[in-house]
């Protein structure tokens, strides 16, 4: 059952890059409102530059707003500092697209798990035996603990990187493109082991992708964005099935399916559409 408080909440949120040198400043995000609550994943879907991306880096204080309010759990953290931030990343954590680039090469899995624990106060002995039950929790072998990330496949090490950002109980985690660096095999697999977890422990997910299939796979519900602007929010089933918005459906048409001729018949739909805009 959803909670009926959120525990997120997004209000009126703009970003906009300074300019360097002669080139202008761009507007990143304007004017983005949206709400996420205990156990439940919002997807944002948009193609690159987008904002998809900056929404989430904002939410995680790698970028500042320039309008605009983030609220955490009724608390305002939009332009939180450097204490209020690592109180807050006991609560708040991300996975990244890159498995490849998100672990360190010279760490040990079993010291890549532990750290965050040991920061938040625990005992090497206590991180430890807690590491086993991430290893378990993500299904991997219990030996893996002291093996180097080189030593595992792309799926292996995206598991890696979700037992980290579970491992102190989060609330929240921001999950960015978390599956588009691994074949579709393996993206199921991973997109059912957060849910999995997500029913295990209710954590919240904010869910980027610029793929509708994996949004309308792990997503209650589902924001749009094009150009920094919200253009469709709703259902994921309902937006997925039904997109009434014509970047939405441009974005529908664009998703690969396996059969040839659906393919085809969607490219020329696409293309219709897009003349028909191009016209208007």
């Not at 931030?85 to 760490?107: C, E, G, H, W």
């Amino acid at each position: 059952m959803m909670h009926r408080h959120p525990l997120l909440e997004v209000e009126h949120l703009a970003v906009e890059y300074p300019g360097r040198g002669r080139r202008p400043g761009f507007r990143a995000l304007e004017d983005i409102s949206f709400a996420l609550r205990p156990g439940e994943t919002l997807g944002l879907v948009g193609e690159s530059g987008s904002g998809k991306t900056t929404i989430g880096r904002a939410i995680l204080g790698l970028v500042k707003p320039t309008g605009g309010k983030i609220t955490f759990d009724g608390a305002d953290i939009t332009r939180a500092g450097s204490g209020q931030r690592r109180a807050l990343s006991k609560d708040i954590q991300v996975v990244f697209q890159d498995p490849y680039t998100s672990l360190n090469p010279s760490m040990s899995v079993e010291d890549i798990l532990a750290e965050p624990l040991t920061v938040q106060g625990w005992t090497r002995k206590d991180a430890l035996a807690r590491v086993r039950g991430l290893l378990d929790r993500v299904h991997l072998p219990s030996d893996a603990g002291g093996r180097l990330p080189r030593e595992f496949s792309g799926g292996q090490r995206q598991r890696i990187a979700i037992a980290r950002a579970i491992a102190i109980e989060p609330r929240l985690i921001v999950c960015d493109e978390p599956v588009s660096a691994l074949d579709l095999t393996t993206q199921a697999r991973v997109l059912d082991l957060l849910v999995e977890i997500q029913e295990a422990t209710g954590v919240s997910y904010l869910f980027v992708s610029h793929d509708l299939s994996v949004i309308r796979h792990i997503s209650h519900n589902v924001i749009v964005l094009f150009r920094g602007m919200i253009v469709e929010h709703g259902r994921a089933d309902q937006v997925t099935s039904e997109p009434g918005h014509p970047y939405t459906q441009r974005l529908f048409m664009s998703a690969p399916v396996p059969n040839p001729e659906l393919q085809r018949e969607r490219r020329e739909a696409r293309r219709q559409l897009t003349a028909k805009e191009q016209a208007a």
